[in-house]
């Protein structure tokens, strides 16, 4: 099974939150990128519900592929 998805080059996988961050925001420092991910997050209330019912915690440094492909699917991909 591959870790792509169709004509796509982002790989589904764990990825650390500051990570997922730095692909979403490439031109500003890493703590920043994650600082805004996460305020993302906490203001899409949708976004964050399911997160929660994935297991997500608001401290969490790392996300799980399928907390990713939550986040996928409300911003897109990065």
Known sequence: MSEH???SHF???SYGLKELATLY???????SASTRLKHWIMT???????LI???YR???RILSPRQVDI??????EP
């Open 5 to 7: 998805t169709n004509n």
């Open 11 to 13: 790989v589904h996988r």
């Open 25 to 31: 925001f490439p031109n500003i420092a890493p703590a």
């Open 44 to 50: 899409t209330p949708a976004l964050l519900n399911r």
């Open 53 to 55: 019912q994935a297991s």
């Open 58 to 60: 608001p401290n969490a």
């Open 71 to 76: 986040i996928l699917d409300e911003f897109g």
